[in-house]
């Protein structure tokens, strides 16, 4: 993972730089372009040496589905070029996490046992900017293994309100 990591962080930066203000605006682009690298069918396409790079690129921005702006354009060159497409799911979360540091907002993933509706959430949210000390982007998975309550991941800080994590904090107690 490492080596995936170091790959990915020039391409993340050079698209981050060149896009200045408009690099928010890019995010979804990247996300898109990250999801479809992300497949092993499209990986072993590419990688096979009767297909050009053009070919690549065209099949990738097909299954995209969304239009690219020149620079993400660029980069999907560069990276099939270099034979890196491995590393654009990595670009793509790279990339996500700069321009969330220039915003000053972490991406949050709250686990919870049950759907949350959008009221709750919202309040919940708003708590947990409080908490953390920065905005969040949210977004909720569905963990019935919790039991109740919620478990929530910011970055490498996590946060665990959740039954489970209770009734293991219960069985250490009676267990010491």
Same mark, same amino acid.
């Given at each position: ?9 020039? %391409?993340?930066? /050079?698209?981050?730089? /060149?896009?200045?203000a408009?690099a ?32 690549? %690129?065209?099949?990738?921005?097909? +299954? ?7 620079? +993400?354009?660029?980069?999907? @060159?560069?990276?099939?070029d270099?034979? @890196?497409?491995? /590393? ?10 700069? +321009? ?10 709250? %686990?919870?046992? %049950?759907?949350?509706?959008?009221? /709750? ?6 708590a947990?900017?409080?908490?953390f000390? @920065? ?17 929530? +991941? ?20 009676l267990?010491?």
């Open positions: 993972m490492a080596e995936i990591a170091t790959i990915a962080r020039p %391409y993340a930066e /050079a698209l981050f730089k /060149a896009a200045g408009n928010a605006a890019l995010v979804g682009q990247m996300s898109a372009l990250g999801d479809v690298a992300a497949n092993e069918q499209l990986r072993q396409f590419a990688d096979n040496p009767k297909v050009g790079a053009a070919q690549v %690129y065209e099949v990738i921005t097909s +299954v995209a589905k969304t239009a690219l702006d020149g620079q +993400v354009a660029n980069l999907l @060159r560069t990276v099939i270099n034979g @890196r497409l491995a /590393a654009l799911p990595e670009i793509a979360a790279q990339f996500k996490a700069l +321009v969330n540091v220039r915003s000053g907002s972490s991406d949050a993933i709250v %686990y919870s046992a %049950y759907p949350i509706d959008g009221a /709750a959430l919202a309040d919940t949210v708003s947990l900017e409080k908490r000390g @920065r905005k969040l982007n949210a977004r909720v998975e569905l963990d019935p293994e919790l039991i109740g309550g919620i478990r929530v +991941v910011v970055g490498d800080e996590v946060l665990d309100t959740s039954v489970k994590a209770r009734l293991e904090q219960m069985k250490v107690a267990t010491a």
